[in-house]
């Protein structure tokens, strides 16, 4: 009796499209959803993301999917979206494309940070699907990391990260604007300054095979290299973190780019405070999780 009820309130409400779902649905299913759309408050489309597995409950996915649809009008296939909680309000689910073990990896490290429930998105960049045209109409760059939040599109790791901390967790930006200035800086510094001379290492240690390497690339990396780290010592002297007394997007994407130097062996048993506070923010929960996640890759 209830199914048949909840079936006839369904014609009304949308001008008799009940076939599409006997045809496609079975009875339980539907009066899941109907319950849902009695029970729950509906949320506007544009604040609607999908769960990373095991983030979300399956039926609560469910729930949220024909609540939108029941509410907007709109197809969607049921199996394609699904929805998840955070702070009381219901999101439709962030992708991120690219591999934990590429620079996607602080996204995924912030992703983790935030408990947020998100779909991984890989791209075979040995068969070059990150130049696709179905890519790169995402980032035109051709390159990863790329993150899509509801019908928001965005690219460059730096920036992805600070627009997950504003929208999600602005505390983890800083108290304060000057706070929230330092952090900027520093993730700057470290795309800008630190990155570019660990990553030539990197390339020449990792991609290049051992008889074509460059000694002159490399000893020119490690000599731009210890200044830096050396920079980083400093600003770590009397303080736990870079920017305050706690954990801030800054550490994250600094310590992404630092972390480097444990790969390529650099040599920083001299620097006592970079040395504590990389291991610090990396034994963190989320980055563990996400070093976890690279050993596939």
């Known amino acids: 009796a209830m199914n048949v009820l ?23 299913q539907i009066t899941l959803r109907f319950w849902a759309f009695v029970v729950l408050p509906v949320s506007p489309p544009q604040e609607l993301p999908q769960p990373h597995e095991g983030s979300a409950g399956s039926e609560l996915s469910t729930i949220y999917s024909i609540k939108f649809y029941l509410k907007y009008s709109v197809w969607y296939d049921i199996q394609s979206y699904s929805f998840f909680t955070y702070n009381g309000k219901v999101f439709l689910m962030i992708k991120i494309y690219g591999s934990p073990a590429s620079s996607a990896g602080r996204c995924y490290w912030l992703l983790e940070e935030l408990g947020l429930a998100y779909q991984q998105e890989s791209l075979n960049m040995r068969e070059k699907e990150h130049k696709s045209p179905e890519y790169t109409e995402l980032n035109p760059n051709g390159k990863v990391p790329c993150l899509i939040d509801g019908d928001f599109i965005l690219w460059e790791s730096t920036a992805i990260n600070f627009y997950l901390v504003e929208r999600y967790r602005p505390e983890l930006l800083g108290r304060g604007i000057p706070e929230r200035a330092k952090a900027m800086q520093w993730s700057i510094w470290s795309q800008v300054e630190y990155q570019k001379p660990l990553i030539d290492l990197f390339i020449q240690k990792v991609f290049v ?13 490690v000599e731009k290299i210890l200044p830096l780290n050396e920079i980083l010592n ?64």
């Open 234 to 297: 400093d600003a770590l002297k009397g303080r736990d973190y870079l920017i305050q007394d706690d954990f801030t997007v800054g550490d994250l994407n600094v310590a992404s780019v630092a972390r480097l130097n444990l790969i390529l062996g650099i040599d920083t048993s001299h620097l006592d405070e970079l040395n504590r506070w990389l291991s610090t923010v990396l034994a963190r929960d989320a980055a563990v999780r996400v070093a976890e996640m690279s050993k596939s890759f």
């Open 6 to 28: 909840l079936v006839a309130v369904h014609s009304i409400m949308t001008f008799g499209t009940v076939v599409p779902h006997i045809v496609f649905m079975p009875i339980p």
């Open 209 to 221: 095979p051992e008889e074509r390497r460059s000694q002159e690339i490399m000893d020119k990396a």
